[in-house]
């Protein structure tokens, strides 16, 4: 095996940003072109997982694709979709403040490039695309102070002019297209801090800016948007002396004028308005908040909405071809940053979970794509601006990053909901899915866990599961093995039980049970010599059956034993140096057994010839819950896991012949609880664990990491299995927000495709 050497990879932030600012939403452009038919889209922009030499399969080399992200981090820009779907971004905040850099961002080719920078360094400054094309950016944060200059970029010959001063100084204001062609700017802070309340609009046959009646209310931050009769709601933002404002209130073109816009259940600043297709506006978050409203402008009047999942502000709210809205990210005063996002139905009323970006984002910007994808655009975290770029698939309910290898698919869910079961495939090809725990009540992330006895057969073929008979017992963190006979043995785990007390106990068990795929039944086999979870186990070439490892009410577990199907007998071998548990086993190509983590830094594999145990070379820490591959050429990969610490993001392989560990790059991320497994084109695909969904290719030949794309949910506990056709299944699990998945996904490596 060759193995890639290691490179340090150094990330030097030249600013940390202190607090992040809050930008109000940039003003509505015209409309959008009519859409093209959405594209099946299975890996970004139509990619197919094809190599640099352009043929489908596994890569010659780690270069990554980064041609999809910005050339410049940037947070609080502007952003302007052209009239030929090229998506422009405009100023904002770098890594060093405030600056006057542009480039545009091109679908077809989807790639960047550079364009002629503005003539002044700005940021939190609405982009507006005018009727004919142009784009007028005014105002802002510049350098040492809020602006009142303007001025004009023509896409055609990429070149900016200055435009006539605004009458007022503004930051934080907002900005929209009339009717007319007139640009509408209304509040913000102004060049000694305060709220404004002042309005102006820029009529471009004069190329000037006018005064206009002031609005009812000082404001900053606050939103605005184009009702369907043209005129303009402005609503919520600050009064700049700490207090959200509830007041909306609405411009009438024609005569001038202002009027009330109602009030609105709850004062908010940095959210979001979006234009429904019924011509209703949903006012969502701000501040604190986790409410959303409705303002019907009918009656003139706001409704308060079923809370939505998480309180978010400085987020995006994007209205998707088919008019729900794609809300995403935002954050929160406290520092808290998210990557959660969500839809809300206007026609239920409701909100769903939308996924998780690749990255938590505030700051950040939204831009519908012609195809109906919706493209999220830089922003920043504590740490400072990113220049990352990802996509949402309305129709795959998909987030897409950077380039990745193979592809994902939805499949039908499982009749149950669980974590900690274990997946078997059958002779016929189907699954058996046995045991786990579930929640008691599904639809309360914070219900009391059970264990449950169900047992269903699932159907990769169809996506088609049913119910077979339960287990004699409840359990969960089990082991299950196909026999040669083609049933399937499960093996200790957990149960609750129900003490004197009537307390709920968590109890060790040791009992063993063999189902029967002819009959659909479960009968009880011999007990293992003492209960035993989060051990390991697995069907031997000669047809027996080893389970190793585990811990029980007395601690970890160092002894492992061999279970006959043919007696109907367990016989113990000899004991491992550690007891361990949440460890890995592996068959290696030579037939020895080998385990490691869950205990200290130890590595130990079994010989059957000899039946005794030895040590390979130490890891160089101990590891719970690390994710354990083995290659086809027997090198040994552990990566992830819980070490001294916390989560590690350490990856390190054993070669065969060799006496030491060596680290190969290591993940991307920080992973514990993953699973591994060898696919038929040679590579170790890792999937799920805490914190992402993100999933990862071990290449071998290059002793590295490459993207295998995201799955729809985030699991861990949960179960991936190679199906005869090369691709890998995985079932159930509990997502990162404590809930249980049914959900079934299907990864198809490009080899296989």
Known sequence: MTIKPVHSKVLVLSLALAALAVSASCGSDTPDPEPTATPSI??????????????????????????RNMNDPRQAFGVVKLDDGKVLVIGGIGPYGAFPLVEEYDPATDTWTTKARMLTSR?????????????????????TENLNSAEMYD????????????????????????????????????????????????????EDWEEIASLQFHRGSHGSVRLEDGRILVAGGGDGAGVPVDQAEIYDPATGEWSSGGTMTA????????????????????????????????TNTWEALPEPGVPRQDHTAILLLDGRVLIAGGGLKQGTTEDTAEI?????????????????????????????????????????????????NPTTETWVSEPFLGSWEKAPPMLQSRAGHTTTILDDGTLLIAGGRARLDETDIQSLVDFIPYTEIYDPATGESRAVADMNEARGGHIAARL????????GGRNLVIDDEGSRKITYIGTVEIYDPVSETWVRAADMSGPRWAHTGTALADGTVMVVGGENDEGKVASAEVYDPTSDAWTEVSRMADGRSGHSMEILPDGRLMVAGGSGPTVEVFDFATRTWSLLPNLDQRLRDAAVGVLEDGT??????????????????????????????????????????????????????????????????????????????????????????????????????????????????????
């Open 484 to 491: 040669s006979d083609g049933r399937v043995l499960v093996a």
């Open 155 to 206: 896409p055609e010959t990429d070149t900016w002019i200055q435009a006539r001063r605004m009458i007022d100084n503004r930051g934080l204001h907002d900005a929209i297209l009339l009717d007319d062609g007139r640009v509408l700017v209304t509040g913000g802070i102004g060049v000694r801090g305060g709220a404004l309340n002042t309005a102006e609009v820029y009529d471009p046959e004069k």
């Open 636 to 753: 040994i990969l552990v990566a992830g896991g819980f070490g001294a610490q916390g989560p590690s993001n350490s990856a390190l392989v054993h070669v065969p012949g060799t006496t030491h560990w060596e680290y190969v790059d290591r993940l991307p991320e920080t992973r514990v609880g993953s699973t591994m497994t060898l696919l038929d084109n040679g590579g170790i695909l890792m999937l799920g664990g805490t914190g992402t969904t993100k999933a990862w290719i071990f290449d071998g030949t290059v002793g590295g990491w490459l993207y295998g794309g995201k799955m729809f949910d985030s699991r861990r506990d949960h179960t991936a299995t190679l199906l005869p056709d090369g691709s890998v299944i995985t079932v159930g699990g509990e997502a990162r927000n404590r809930s249980i998945n049914d959900s079934v996904e299907i990864y198809t490596p490009p080899m296989s495709q």
């Open 42 to 67: 299975g890996s970004p922009s139509g990619e197919t997982g094809t190599t640099a030499t352009g043929q489908t399969g596994r890569p010659a080399s780690l270069a990554k694709t980064n041609q």
């Open 267 to 298: 004062g908010r600043v940095a959210h979001s308005l979006t234009l429904l297709n019924d011509g209703r506006v949903l006012a969502y978050g701000g501040e604190e908040f986790s409410s959303a409203e409705v303002y019907d402008p009918e």
């Open 344 to 392: 809300f139905d206007p026609e239920a009323n409701r909100f769903v979970p939308a996924g998780n970006m690749d990255a938590a984002r505030v700051s950040h910007r939204a831009v519908l794509l012609n195809d109906g994808r919706v493209m999220v655009i830089g922003g920043a975290q504590r740490t400072g601006p990113y220049d990352s770029v990802e996509f949402y």
């Open 123 to 143: 940021a939190f400054s609405p982009a507006v695309r005018m009727q004919g094309g142009r784009i007028l950016v005014m105002g802002g944060s510049g350098e």
